[in-house]
Each structure stands twice: as structure tokens, then as C-alpha cells.
């Protein structure tokens, strides 16, 4: 079935750091590719998303392309800040199963200033 | 618009006691699909449900079940709680027309 795979965390940057979280998933078809973040005590928030390959989702300074020959979704922010400092989550839709968001394992960044 | 709330946002229960939980969807947002976090699994699918009728289902025992009202609302409700139920417990609306979904704040059950 469907998977998708972060990252393992923590992952622990220096305020104004390059951020690269890592995310490949396996799907049948064309899902629709996510990124969540969980602030603490929070539910899902969602970050960016693209719905075909080489789509570019883009928020808050956060980016992620939808590479389909890599089947790969990283994402990147160009400079942390202590705020960012949360859980991030890859997911995909599943395409076989409409209401169905399939979700990585979660990494936690922690931006120090 | 106000987003997705459910409620209570705290639970404390004991083993083989049952549990309802609520989450009122974005407004005009019929979808509405229910997650558990954990620690060890992750966000795993419990079920969707659209227009009062449950769409798809997660892999969990029969215990874990749910509702729609015609107000698209719903209720999720875990019978017979066992210590391993302990979870947060979040609920996502969406509309018919976009896979992206929204989340509330979850509710956080303890069984002891």
C-alpha cells in the first residue's frame, strides 16, 4: 500500500539556518503530497501542499516540489526561526481511499537561537 | 471562518468504561475524517464520513465507531476503553471537492 517515509529527528539548527526535511513516499497513481506541522498541544496544521508533479507548494517561507521521478517531497525553509521549532509531518492523500491522509512518522525540529 | 473545534478537549477514563468525543467541521465542509496519534503508531486513519454515511474505514477493532448528523457534526465514540486507547484523538473536515484536509485541536484521552 501507500507509504510515506521522514526523516528520522530530531533535527536541532541554529536560528537563520537552511532547513531540509526529508520525505519519499510509494503510492499507486498521483496522490496529492502534504506537510502538516504540530505545534505542542496542537492539532495539524496544514503547511503547503501540490497536487501533480512539479508542483511547488509554497508558505510562510517554507517551500517543498513535488519531484514524481524521485517520488520525493522535501521540504526547505531558507532561515529558521525559534518559532518554527515544532513536529513536522509528510503526508499523501490515498488515492484509492478518498477521506484517507497517509502521514510520515513526524520530525521534530528544535531551532535555537 | 471558524475552524474545525471538537470537544471535550481532555479526557480522563477508566478501562472498560466507554468515551463519545464530538468535532463540529469547518462551516459547509461535509467531510469529516478521524484520526488517533500515538507515540508509538503515529497519525493512523479511523474513519470518513460524508453526508451522515461512513465513506471508508482505518484498520481498528469494531470498538472505534462514529456518526454524522445531518449538520455534517460528528461523534466518534470508543467502547469497552483499554490503557492502549490512550491517544490524541483528532477529527479533520474537508470539502467534497479538495483532498486537503483540516484539523482540529484533538482530544487528548487518558485510560487508566
Not at chain 2, 484520526?35 to 486513519?45: A, E, H, I, R
Request: hydrophobic share 30%; proline share 4%.
Amino acid at each position: 500500500g501507500d507509504s510515506v517515509t521522514q526523516m528520522e529527528g530530531p533535527v536541532t539548527l541554529s536560528e537563520e539556518a537552511f532547513l531540509t526535511i526529508n520525505c519519499t513516499y510509494t503510492a499507486t497513481g498521483y496522490p496529492s503530497l502534504f506537510w502538516y506541522v504540530q505545534y505542542p498541544g496542537e492539532g495539524l496544521q496544514l503547511l503547503l501542499k501540490a497536487t501533480k508533479a512539479d508542483d511547488k507548494g509554497s508558505n510562510k517561507g517554507f517551500e517543498a516540489t513535488y519531484r514524481k521521478e524521485t517520488t520525493s517531497f522535501h521540504l526547505e525553509k531558507g532561515s529558521v526561526q525559534v518559532s518554527d521549532s515544532a513536529v513536522y509531518f509528510c503526508a499523501l492523500h490515498d488515492s484509492s481511499n478518498t477521506g484517507k491522509l497517509i502521514f510520515g512518522q513526524g520530525t521534530t525540529l528544535q531551532v535555537k537561537p | 471562518k471558524a475552524g474545525v473545534t471538537q470537544t471535550p478537549r481532555y479526557l480522563i477514563k477508566t478501562r472498560g468504561q466507554q468515551v463519545t468525543l464530538s468535532c463540529s467541521p469547518i462551516s459547509g465542509h461535509r467531510s469529516v475524517s478521524w484520526y488517533q496519534q500515538t507515540p508509538g503508531q503515529g497519525l493512523q486513519f479511523l474513519f470518513e464520513y460524508f453526508s451522515e454515511t461512513q465513506r471508508n474505514k482505518g484498520n481498528f477493532p469494531g470498538r472505534f465507531s462514529g456518526r454524522q448528523f445531518s449538520n455534517s457534526r460528528s461523534e466518534m465514540n470508543v467502547s469497552t476503553l483499554e490503557l492502549g486507547d490512550s491517544a490524541l484523538y483528532l477529527c479533520a473536515s474537508r470539502q467534497s471537492i479538495s483532498y486537503e484536509q483540516y484539523f482540529g485541536p484533538g482530544t487528548r484521552l487518558t485510560v487508566t
